[in-house]
């Protein structure tokens, strides 16, 4: 994340460290002989991804889109109630007191009740994802959108300037570049709550195949389904943080 | 504590209300927290009966409370078993994140080796890491802690070392040159300027703490929170999972009052932003 300093040798280090991790780990696994319960071998995970295929893959895409729906859900809502406490600044009092409340239960105890509500499907996973997600959107676009230098405003006021085209050229295109970093600190945030979610009850997904394996003490499946959990979390974390390169170029 | 529970994700240092706050103030604080908290469970109450909300959605507050009083066993031994396991999450997790902050800091290498690991070890969804934590050390507290722990080391590591990176050159060789040796340096100057960052994240580490050992307990253990909202949810009990949902709430809010008031103490300088 913040290893961007020296991007050739930054990067051939990272590489080599995670080279040496699965080195390690395989050395480790069949060296002890370890028991899978144990620390499966990486060897024997990734043939147990390459077996199980078809169902890690479909489990993986629902689990993503249960996440990007989710996701996108929670942007909207957090930047769209940062907006509208901008615009109409009496709001700020009784928006920003529901929603401290709100995300003073820690977020995993709200499923529960959003799996009683919403039922085991998709809906449910939607709203814990949009839950987990809105606030950290909301905070960083308020704290974004509040940045703006009070004597820009003036400046832009003096010219005539409405409260909506403030808005649109000078507060947004400010408040940006924070935004973005809230979008991409929520990505893997959104994944993992819809496999949390799921666990709990869902009809497939990452979570649930998790949760069986589990069950059946199947447990290179456990961590076969980590590893595309985990891949589908980075995937996600680079497409937003691609599109954040894009949009906040100035940056 | 509103402008303190409302930071940006943002790594940044956090402005404190107050860089001093005597204990009149804070018992002030708390009295008029608790008035506001009242009248808004009245306020909800009303609304309840006014409006006809059906208790599956939200049950009146009086409910809540009262289920909780009824049989309070279970929710204080909860309340404690939950805590107990925060509480081991977050100081483990915290020193070590520190101390990986500051290894990482010295050792270049090291942090170019292992710090992409420690990111991508952040992609892994807790709940199936809990269930390899639970075969590891068995239906026990540690491992309720160690998965609480993994959910808490990560953005102290990230904020030691940022807080650490941001320390003023000059005064690091102003120190030098009176002859500080490395550890001299790090005690007296880098770590306390590092300070308010540190406490950025221990806040953010805090709620962290909690969600590891909520899920924890849903492994089949017996007592703690996260067990009762499995309880509550299995029953379709509604105002059990209210009541438990009002627990942690309790439970993280005053365990974020408490890491602030030690950000406040301790940090008593206040964030220059």
Known sequence: MSARFHPSRA?????????????????????????????????????????????????????????????????????????????????????????????????VAWSPLI????????PSKFVMVALAVSFTVFVSALAGL????????????????GRLAILFRLRLPTALPLIAAGLRVSTVRAIIVAIVTEMLGAYDGLGWVIYQAVLQVDFVKVWSAIFVASAASLLFFGLVGFAEKRLVFWK | MSSTALQPPAIRPGASPSPFAPLAGVLLRGARG????????????????????????????????????????????GFLRTLTETLMGFVSGALFGIATGVVFFRAKVLKELIFPIFVVSQTIPVIAFGALVVLWFGNTLIAK??????????????????????????????????????FQLLRRLQLPA????????????????????IVGEWFGDTVGLGVLLLQGMYNENVVAIWAAIAM??????????????????LVFWGAEQ
């Open chain 1, 11 to 107: 990067t051939q280090r990272g590489i080599l460290g995670m080279v040496l991790l699965v080195a390690v780990w395989e050395g480790v696994a069949r060296g002890f002989a370890l028991p899978a319960y144990t620390l499966p071998s990486v060897s024997a995970i990734l043939g147990s991804i390459w077996d199980h295929r078809q169902v890690l893959l479909a489990a993986g895409a629902y689990t993503f889109a249960e996440a990007v729906v989710g996701y996108v859900l929670g942007a909207l809502i957090g930047i769209v109630l940062a907006v509208v406490i901008t615009l109409v600044p009496m709001t700020r009092n009784a928006i920003v007191p529901v929603a401290t409340s709100i995300n003073s239960v820690p977020v």
């Open chain 1, 115 to 122: 799996l009683l509500w919403f039922g085991i499907g998709m």
């Open chain 1, 146 to 161: 509040d940045r703006v230098d009070r004597r820009s405003v003036d400046l832009m006021r003096s010219f005539g300037a």
């Open chain 2, 34 to 77: 608790l008035a506001i908290l009242l009248a808004v469970l009245v306020a909800a109450e009303g609304l309840i009966v006014l409006f006809g909300v059906k208790p599956w959605y939200v049950p009146r507050p009086s409910l809540v409370i009262g289920a909780i009083l009824a049989t309070p066993e279970p929710y204080v031994q």
């Open chain 2, 145 to 182: 802690a160690a998965i609480s722990f993994y959910l808490t080391f990560f953005p102290v590591t990230v904020n030691t070392l940022l807080g650490l990176e941001s320390v003023d050159p000059r005064q690091e060789a102003l120190l030098r040159s009176f002859g500080a040796g490395r």
């Open chain 2, 194 to 213: 590092a300070l308010p960052q540190i406490f950025v994240a221990l806040r953010l580490a805090s709620a962290l703490s909690l969600v590891g050992a």
């Open chain 2, 248 to 265: 942690c709430a309790l439970l993280g809010t005053g365990f974020y009052a408490v890491v602030a008031a030690a950000e406040r103490a």
